[in-house]
């Protein structure tokens, strides 16, 4: 029985987020294009999918060729195939049924007219310590079907002999051709010359259970790599999973469907030399020893997975370095659970950045996500523990999420702001599209963010524009950096804000402001005490719990009315348990001292600014 899959590696993204939803093993027998018409938000596109023929999981053992190893020798019943010494060479198309164990051998597939080749590993172990275990050297497409309830190795040396002075096959498991893995049972891959899975093709990877160390890559597709399930335990010297070939367009995609991936790599969890989406899966990778292992702190930032004893096999198809989730074209994401401790960007692309939905928790050496041009957040949960800057791209729209991040540097970042961390500064620094004075802006339309900086906390090289959603901002606590720092407007149109951090940079939003807010530089507050804002009535308007020390708050909300003097009582504990530090109105008591503000749309603050601001003391209130 043998069945197609659709291969995605010519489709635009939009197409293939609304195709990999239906992608299955489909139960036809076809190599012929047909055309279908794929829908999505943006437009309606006609276009060409191509089928890659691929044996189902399936197999007839009356129409196979059954193949048998023991030590160096080998048993063929049937044709197609035949053996010379402890070398398999497949000649035809057809089905083969591998067991044994092969101590020191290899299985090459040759076939004379470019046909689909079925290898069926049914408890088979291969060993060559001079080169591929499995050769696909010539064929359409070869699928190798892992049996059910079967554990299969496949494994090389450290030296490989290569034929007619190549450099190739340099993986355990090598494809020229189009290579397919299925079937539910394990294969366990020990890579010691260079990569464990590879192919110059597209890779498709339907199920299994792969456990996989190598000293280079683990999983290699060159024009593509697809994975639509599958369970994979990797320990890379080099990149987890990877697609190669950025040359051609259309081509070097990366696509997982589901599955569950614990990856370790020296260098990239997840790479894709051009677009990158992710639907879904259980995500735990770990890059260049963690985010313990810090880019920024490095003297030798960006040398990941080169040390010198490994430079005669480490290739240069990429641009080393050791980061979780990383595309130079589009990387995006729609759902998924990641846990991502890495020493590099823990998510990063060279150009854009779109997340529907997934649940994220990021420690990272160097930038939580990274977009050199735009990131887009319309809905997930992130947990950024630990960054040098928390999320930062050219421009940032947030729809949606609930993002908590703590960052040693600025928490949200557009262009580089004005600590110049990503345009100029130490070793190994980002890029962006546009470096250009103003080019920078953050959109805020909805969802919860809450920021813990050192650096400043929203940041842009143009300007911010909030119109709903809540953002909270603790820090900075230095005179060098500001809770909110902006070059061009920072337009408050809608949402609650608050921002509380030091004064020496401290900045209201701008005069262009629809929404009113409270600013004042002269509050005296220590880490862990609470605030609680009134109104000339004495309501509550917002209780908050600042996590650091400040002089400076900052407080916007549709409840503020524009001219009424508001009082900010500091000091106080609250009760209870906050995610965010907004607390219930009952849960604040105490208070030492209080201030008064006037709502207002005027611009304060600004460099070496907080100077008086909209704020005065209430007499007679400074201490209670």
């Known amino acids: ?12 993204l939009t197409q293939i987020l609304t195709l990999t939803g239906t992608l299955a093993l489909l139960t036809a027998c076809s190599t012929e294009a047909s055309t279908t018409t794929a829908s999505s ?63 020191e051998g290899q299985v090459r597939v040759e076939t004379v007219d470019e046909a689909d080749v079925q290898i069926v590993l049914d408890g088979a172990a291969i060993t060559n310590s001079t080169g591929a275990a499995i050769y696909v050297k010539s064929a359409n497409s070869a699928t190798i079907t892992l049996v059910e309830g079967t554990t299969n190795t496949l494994s090389d040396g450290a030296t490989y002999t290569f034929e007619d002075s190549e450099d190739e096959p340099d993986a355990t498991l090598f494809s020229k051709s189009d290579l397919i893995l ?81 990856i370790k790599a020296a260098s990239d969890g997840i ?28 003297e030798a930032w960006g040398t990941w997975a080169t040390p010198a004893e490994d430079e005669a096999t480490t290739t240069t198809e990429e641009t080393t370095s050791a980061k979780g989730l990383k595309a130079t074209g589009s990387l995006v994401i729609s759902g998924g659970t990641f846990v991502l401790d890495t020493s590099d960007d823990s998510i990063h692309t060279n150009d854009t950045i779109q997340i529907t939905g997934g649940d994220f928790t990021i420690a990272s050496g160097d930038d939580g996500i990274h977009a050199d041009n735009t990131l887009t957040i319309d809905d997930g949960t992130f947990s950024i523990n630990q960054s040098y800057e928390g999320i930062e791209a050219t421009e940032i729209t947030l729809n ?20 110049a961390s990503a345009v100029s500064g130490r070793p190994g620094e980002n890029t962006f599209t546009s470096t250009a004075e103003g080019a920078g802006r953050l959109t805020i339309n909805s969802g919860t963010l809450v920021v813990n900086a050192s650096g400043d906390g929203l940041d842009s090289n143009g300007s911010i524009e909030m119109n709903d959603g809540t953002v909270i901002v603790n820090g900075p606590t230095d005179s060098m950096n500001g809770t909110l720092d902006y070059d061009s407007t920072f337009n408050m149109n809608g949402g609650t804000l608050i921002g509380v951090g030091s004064s020496g940079m401290a900045m209201s939003p701008s005069s262009t402001s629809t929404q009113s807010f409270l600013f004042t530089s002269s509050i005296p507050l220590a880490a862990d005490e609470a605030i609680q804002i009134t109104g000339p009535d004495g309501e509550v308007i917002m209780t908050f719990e600042a996590s650091t020390t400040a002089q400076s708050l900052v407080f916007s909300s549709p409840d503020l009315v524009n001219g009424s003097a508001y009082t900010i009582t500091t000091g106080g504990t609250v009760s209870g348990e906050s995610t ?45």
């Open 400 to 419: 949606g999420g609930d993002i908590t991040l703590t960052s040693t540097d600025d928490g949200v970042n557009t262009a580089g702001g004005n600590d």
């Open 182 to 262: 299925n079937g539910t049972g394990t294969l366990i891959v020990d890579a010691n010359y260079a990569h464990a899975i590879k192919g110059k093709d597209d890779v498709t990877i339907a199920e299994g259970t792969y456990e996989i160390t190598s000293v280079g890559d683990a999983i290699k597709g060159s024009d593509s790599l697809f994975i639509s399930s599958g369970t994979f335990t990797i320990n890379a010297g080099g990149d987890g999973l990877q697609s190669t070939n950025e040359e051609e367009e259309g081509k070097g995609t990366l696509t997982i469907e589901s599955g569950t991936f614990a």
């Open 41 to 103: 938000a943006v437009s309606t596109t006609e276009a060409t999918v191509e089928s890659t023929l691929v044996p189902d999981s399936s197999y007839s053992e009356k129409n196979s060729t059954a193949i048998s190893f023991s030590d160096q020798t080998i048993t063929v019943d049937g044709s197609g195939a035949a053996a010379d010494g402890s070398i398999l060479t497949i000649t035809q198309p057809g089905t083969y049924i591998l067991s044994g164990t092969l101590s």
């Open 1 to 12: 029985m043998k069945s197609t899959i659709i291969n995605l590696k010519n489709r635009p």
């Open 580 to 624: 965010t530090g907004i607390y219930e109105d009952t849960s604040f008591s105490g208070g030492s001292s209080t201030v008064e503000v006037s709502a207002t749309t005027e611009e304060s603050g600004g460099q070496m600014g907080g100077m008086g601001g909209n704020s005065m003391p209430v007499s007679g209130a400074s201490v209670k």
């Open 271 to 298: 790479q894709a030399a051009t677009d990158l989406q992710i639907l879904g899966g259980d995500f735990t990778i770990t890059t260049d020893g963690g985010s313990a292992n810090s880019s920024t702190e490095s």
